[in-house]
């Protein structure tokens, strides 16, 4: 009988909620391969939805299955992907706020603006 280690998939779904409107959603899928630990699997985004840029996501999976080769790396792996998108997490509350500050201050300008306005005229 022939064991030999066939080709799968794992499919693994994460949802953040990262601002108070905004909900991230990644799937991932891993093809090993027979040499599966000291071989990357492919490692493929089959969908997602809100992230900044899928594109770095899978550049930094695939960083870190590189760095894993020779051992079990799908956990580490997920770990990685975790991280980065609690790290974006942090970044898009960061965001909002900032932005938030930014229309604040434009507000109250353009309330000041129309302030000095009409001193200068009703003088």
């Excluded at 991932?28 to 992230?51: A, G, H, M, Q, R």
């Amino acid at each position: 009988m022939n064991l030999k280690r066939k080709n799968f998939s794992v499919y693994f779904n994460f949802n953040f909620n990262f601002c108070s409107k905004i909900k991230a959603t990644i799937e991932v899928s891993f093809k090993f391969t027979e040499n599966y630990p000291d071989e990357v699997p492919e490692i493929i985004i089959e969908e997602s939805e809100n992230l900044y840029d899928e594109e770095e996501f899978l550049q930094s999976l695939k960083t870190t299955a590189v760095e894993n080769i020779g051992s079990p790396m799908i956990y580490t792996i997920l770990c990685a992907l975790t991280e980065k998108l609690n790290k974006d997490n942090e970044d898009r509350k960061t965001n909002e706020a900032n932005e938030k500050e930014r229309l604040e201050r434009k507000r109250e300008e353009e309330e000041l603006v129309i302030f000095f306005k009409y001193n200068i005229y009703t003088r």
